[in-house]
């Protein structure tokens, strides 16, 4: 049996400075408190981002990520603690003489100059010198190809262009560290997912450090190095996007991201393994099941547990599969077809239906499975999470 | 759409109608063309009135008199109207806030025989000889208001973001005003300017409360002129006025229409 908690690293193993001790991040949060009035945006939080990560805030619309990002390019002052950026405070720094700079959600290019001058912007604030800006603003110009319309207005030029040419200003000035807030939000589907590996290609070919607001977690999931779920103003897991996913730490974060099952189980014994327990519980049916937790947690014997299945480990068949464990039958009442894959809605009892996704691999005429059939359902026994309930 | 036939009764409803606007109009330049000294008996055609109209130091005076006061006056009312604008959108939840928009409009409903009145007092208690500078002044506090609710409407619309991304790239707050807000908004500031102008032009009211010594605009030369009798000398320089607001109505039109196509030919250039 492997073990859930750190096989998932593997991925991120080339690049990962949070988990050498002796790295020095590039950006601190210390204790870093923001109210308006009597609401609290950012709740006593503390956060390290290290140079070269491509960095993610993840979150729902009002859980502080937008303000976070708003301290660092110092629009917002905050209420209480420190932001350090290698090491020295910026907390009472005005914007202008902070190293970061930020592509707005908005774009927010200056509608009266062409796109050069959108782009040289920057440069010309600092006194820069004609030639060097015209140097800069060409490389610029290559870098997100806009050849062909240096001279056009804002106005003139589609959503994606528009896009490139605020990713464009945004990096003139070289800053350390890039904020991008929801930078792809007004692009349509097929030109974010291509934006999305274009933006991680600059990244790295640039040697920069990114960190991106989104609410679109696959955004995040694609993009970043690691994600930061936020709640009302606290971090409630910051980790790897394979660990977000297959290890998450609370019903939230396995909430937020993607679809997840949760079955209420009791625990019959715990075994320790490495840094993490193996648990063995039984359903409201009576039906064994295993589960994993990803870190030592307080769950004990007998203890009311959340079963945490992602509907894609689950598979769904007619004949009742070998074993004892980790299976369940029951019926299905709903078939949610995309066309790649069918999520079947499986009721287990009067008030349990699970989602379990299977892959499109017959013809839709050639349905095996429909409504009303009985089916089993069943999962390797590494696959269920154990959740504190 | 149906397109509507020709009746007889469209045809007289819209005769009818532009006649009632466009007749006294009409009737003032051709009568400002009149050989006789008598306004309503036509005496053949002539131009005498308009060349003594140019040889009458008088109205010319007036006329500049009434130029310079709109200049400064629309000037000066532009960049107070501006800033106030900004302040009441920009300032936040200030205490006395409600107040202080209150009294920025407050002037756009005050009668103008209140506001002229008052003024007449102020400037009469201070002290102030009355003249050029007074009617400046007056005009400044009541047309200011007006530029405040043209610039306000627009910065409505106007995104902080853009003022954001030019502090973020370096500029101090107002370097970013001057080099990003402004520029932006300044379509609003020249319509507020414009039409602070055309108050300042044609106000009666006001400039008679507050006239003095080289203070006689042109309306209040008008208006004394005519107490004393309506001479075609009159109709003349109003035929002057109407076209010149002709023109500029002319002209706006054209600009208006010409910026509809710019901006149908950048939509196409975005989208191809």
Redesign the interface.
Known sequence: MTTAAKSYDSVSSEFSPWTDSNATPLIQFQNVTKRYGDFVAIDNLSLDIYEREFFALLGPSGCGKTTMMRLL???EGLTEGRILLGGKDISHI???QRP???M???Y?L???MNVEQNIG??LK??GKSKAEIKDRVEELIQLVQLQQFTK??P????GG?RQRVALA??L??KPKLLLLDEPLGALDKKLREQTQFELMNLQEQLGMTFMIVTHDQEEAMTVASRIAVMSKGELVQVDTPAQIYEAPKSRYVADFIGNVNFIGATVDSIAINKDAQEIEATLSNNTLVNATTTEITEIKQGDSIWLSLRPEKIAVDKAEPEGDRNKLKGTVIDIGYVGNVSTYHVQIAEDVIVKAQRVNRNRLRNRQITWDDEVWLHWNEDAALALDK | MKVTRFTWFNATSLTLGFAFLYLPILLLVIFSFNESKLVTVWGGFSTKWYQQLWENSVYLDAALVTLKIAVVSSTMAAILGTVSALVLHRAGRFRGRTLFSGMIYAPLVMPEVITGLSLLLLFVAAGVAKGFWTISLAHITFSMCYVTVVVSSRLVTFDRSLEEAALDLGCTPFTAFLQVTLPVIAPSVISGWLLAFTLSMDDLVIASFTTGPGGTTLPIQLYSAIRRGVSPEINAISSILVGVVTIAVVIAAISSHQAERRRARNEHLANS
Do not use: I, T, W
Not at chain 1, 155 to 158: A, D, G, H, I, T
């Open positions: 390019a110092g629009f005005p914007p202008n970061v700079n930020m707005f959600q908005s927010a200056f509608p009266h912007f920057g604030q600092e056009r207005k106005e003139q030029l589609s262009q200003r945004s003139a000035k």
